[in-house]
């Protein structure tokens, strides 16, 4: 996840900030939209947003183009000028929030992109291809290049004749060349990108032909639809269920495998609890940390939930008695002042979600798990 220079300046710049994170846009009544944006507004006022950075959030709230259904939108404003403005597509990531604080609250979107990867959607047939990158959580496509083959070869199933083979051969060869020319394209858009896969439909013999043309790494990052989606009147629901079982198998695979990573040299590179996190932000040392979605919802009662956020190096701390060079802006909870130190020392933030599948199921009662974290040495 690609943090962006935006968020980064934001949390290193003192406030006080306006923060929303909320549900976008959707198909409700014109009425109803209205009314849901004027609640909105209401509580940002109520938590004390001033009038400049109202205004800038209700240009926002009322914008509905472009976005997908359902979407979230989250904000950053400062002293009326909008900082981070994100329209992400898909529902909620955790509860809303409206604030007006001396940084802005960063966890939900951190959550949120959490799931956005990067991949590339290949839809190919024997005269040529489309090729889209797309992101999810984004609902647009990044990229788009389509791949027109040449048109002078007949269908393989022919009357008969002495000709049909000969006309086999042709057809085949040019095929294939088309298909090398789609696998080019999706070489380099696999270089620039580095998509976490490659969701392959189309016809089957052009499905067969592209992939012999891969490389091994792009081709190791294929998932198959067996699906003609590219055939007049074809239904997409195969591609799009499969591209969202890839998503989930990814983000579940990526995290296990950096949990894993944790546990190697038996925890050399694993710092554990929240005092062993902290005193690895300070030296810069985290690579990748860990936040149970739990921890998201524990109170802030008093100063043992919360940390100190720094306006310079180490930029966290649990107290400011002997932080040289730093001053507090302010106590924040734990996720949200641990967030912060990661992005500003360019570590990436993973929140582990809960684990049970159904929304129906029953939750286990238990206290959010500590903070860990992966290390860089």
């Known amino acids: 996840m690609t943090v962006g220079k935006d968020l980064r300046e934001a949390v290193q710049t003192p406030g006080p900030w306006t923060t929303l994170y909320t549900d976008g846009t959707s198909d409700e009544p014109q009425a109803v939209e209205e009314a849901r944006e004027e609640r909105t507004l209401r509580q940002l006022a109520d938590a004390g947003a001033p009038a400049a950075d109202l205004d800038a959030i209700r240009e926002i709230v009322r914008d509905r183009t472009g976005a997908a ?215 810069a040392q985290v690579a990748q940390l860990f936040i149970d979605a739990r921890l998201l919802e524990a109170p802030t009662g008093d100063a043992t939930d919360t940390l100190s956020a720094l306006d310079a190096e180490p930029w966290v701390a649990h107290s400011t008695d002997a932080i040289e060079g730093a001053s507090e802006i302010a106590r924040l909870p734990l996720a949200e002042a641990l967030a912060r130190a990661a992005l500003l020392t360019d570590a990436q933030v993973r929140i582990i979600e809960e684990d049970y599948e159904a929304d129906e199921s029953v939750r286990e009662e238990r206290d959010p798990r500590p903070p860990f974290a992966l290390l860089r040495w």
Do not use: C
């Not at 359902?70 to 604030?99: C, I, K, N, W, Y």
């Not at 004749?161 to 020319?181: A, D, L, N, V, Y």
């Not at 490389?215 to 269920?241: F, I, K, M, W, Y």
């Open 69 to 283: 259904d359902p979407s979230t939108l989250f904000v950053l404003v400062r002293d009326g000028e909008v900082a981070v403005r994100e329209q992400l597509a898909g529902r909620r990531h955790g509860p809303e929030v409206f604030a007006h604080d001396p940084l802005p609250v960063v966890v939900p979107l951190l959550r949120h992109r959490g799931t956005m990867l990067r991949y590339l959607v290949v839809e190919t047939a024997r005269d040529g291809a489309d090729v889209r990158l797309e992101t999810a959580g984004h609902g647009g496509v990044e990229t788009a290049e389509s791949v027109e083959g040449r048109t002078d070869s007949l269908p393989k199933v022919q009357a008969g004749g002495w000709s049909q083979p000969r006309w086999q051969r042709h057809s085949e060869e040019i095929w294939k060349q088309t298909q090398s020319e789609v696998a080019e394209v999706v070489e380099r858009l696999t270089r620039q990108a580095s998509p976490a896969f490659i969701a392959l439909a189309g016809d089957v013999r052009a499905r067969q032909l592209l992939r012999d043309q891969l490389s091994p790494d792009s081709s190791a990052l294929v998932v198959e639809v067996d699906a003609n989606t590219r055939a007049d009147g074809a239904d997409d629901g195969a591609l799009v269920h499969a591209i969202e079982s890839a998503l989930d198998s990814t983000i579940q695979r990526e995290m296990a495998t950096a949990i894993d990573a944790s546990h190697a040299e038996d925890g050399r590179l694993r710092a554990d609890g929240v005092e062993a996190v902290v005193a690895s932000l300070q030296q």
